[in-house]
């Protein structure tokens, strides 16, 4: 019989999930009865396992910071929108992050860019990488601030660590000298090394111009497109027509009522 003294053992080393399981083996004694000590063992030991892993997952989407709780089930694969379901398929298996490539989702405003992106983070995350996601006018204000508090190295050094970083938002503001900079660091630390996720409005085409200084623009192009998996949305925004059945099916269930 399990004693008081070691429960409170139990729960000073925070082994939680252990001590819920044997509460449960004591507590229904008829249904562990037929069980060897090795597999009411094994259940024990793999209920802690289960609960450390489930924490580690939690920490790690904080950490990610998606801007949406987005899955890759719930993309929409509408002929429209110029997606291949196989490619998704392919990215799902998370073979691009140990590659060390990188993706570029590119459409107009609302068509899911930004969805994806956090779908397949959290994809990512799920599959014990670590994620982090930056609207990139923002990480240029947070690297501007980290350079006159003197903890840019340190910023820069967390980044290039992670394992995949979600750049939304790219050609969305025009970009200083100190942000082309700062954005050369980010991708050099991480070519070859990490994977990068860049969902933006601006066709790849026009990339060279936005980010200007021909020398600067180069080494970014070199270092994100010519190992990229590349997604091109079309369609209507999904904003815009969800508002417009939402808006429909508001009418009707108005009229509904008036009748």
Not at 77 to 101: D, P, T, V, Y
Not at 146 to 153: H, L, M, Q
Not at 192 to 206: F, G, K, N, V, Y
Not at 253 to 258: L, Q
């Amino acid at each position: 019989m399990i004693t008081n003294q070691t429960i409170d053992k139990l729960n000073r080393m925070k082994l939680y999930g252990m001590l819920e399981v044997i509460r449960e083996q004591i507590n229904k004694p008829g249904v562990f009865s037929e069980l060897s000590f090795e597999e009411r063992l094994g259940l024990i030991i793999d209920a802690e396992w289960m609960r450390r892993e489930n924490n580690r997952m939690k920490r790690r989407l904080l950490e990610a910071k998606l801007r949406q709780e987005a899955v890759l089930e719930d993309i929409d694969f509408h002929a429209s929108r110029n997606l291949s379901r196989g490619q998704i398929m392919q990215l799902a298996s998370c073979q691009w992050i140990r590659e060390k490539r990188n993706i570029i989702l590119e459409g107009a405003t609302g068509t899911g860019k930004t969805f994806i992106a956090c779908a397949l983070g959290n994809k990512a995350v799920r599959e014990n990488f670590s994620v982090r996601y930056f609207r990139l006018p923002r990480l240029f204000e947070e690297l501007r601030v980290a350079r006159i508090e003197g903890s840019y190295s340190k910023v820069l050094g967390k980044i290039a660590k992670t394992d995949v970083i979600i750049l939304d938002d790219w050609g969305l503001v025009p970009m200083s000298s100190e942000s082309r900079r700062d954005l050369l660091e980010i991708l050099e630390d991480r070519f070859d090394l990490r994977s990068t996720i860049i969902a933006t409005q601006l066709p790849e085409a026009q990339w060279y111009t936005y980010i200007g200084e021909s020398t600067i623009a180069d080494s970014i192009l070199d270092r994100v497109i010519h190992n990229a998996y590349r997604i091109k949305l079309k369609g209507e925004s999904i904003r815009k027509v969800r508002h417009s059945v939402d808006g429909n099916i508001k009418e009707i269930c108005e009229e509904e009522k008036r009748k």
